[in-house]
């Protein structure tokens, strides 16, 4: 019977133990570092009426946390609950408005102003995943 034998150098394995270590807190970081790139897009984003008001102050990013169901690392760029007041003194709840300028409304023909969708870059985001994976594990992996 043939065998055979193959023999990793022992710095490729301790590099791997300490990625297996610390493999949550540098996807956390990586998710945290997309999650930046996601909320500047939405604030760069944002409709001139919305720029004008004080809508900035209600879009938020969560903290990095872990599904208690499937064990996933996340974090949220979101429109808290709560309200705004716009540039013509007016409050109104900021999820409302979010959705509406979204989304828009067909019955009262006001076309969507899409913000959020736009502000998703693929590239964008997998770059920056990348970057914090490198300063996590220290330039090992890059």
Known sequence: MAKFEFNLPASLL???EKLEKNAEKTCGEMVKAGAEIVYKNVL???PPALKKSNFKKCVY???VYKTPSDGAINDKVMVVDGYFTNHEGKRAPAPLVANLFEYGRHNHNYPSHPF?????KKKQITDAF????VKATGG???
Request: aromatic letters at 24%; a positive charge.
């Open 14 to 16: 301790t590099e791997i």
């Open 44 to 46: 760069n984003n944002l």
């Open 61 to 63: 990013v969560t903290k």
């Open 116 to 120: 959020f969708r736009k502000s998703f």
């Open 130 to 133: 990348y970057l914090a994976f």
């Open 140 to 142: 090992a992996f890059g």
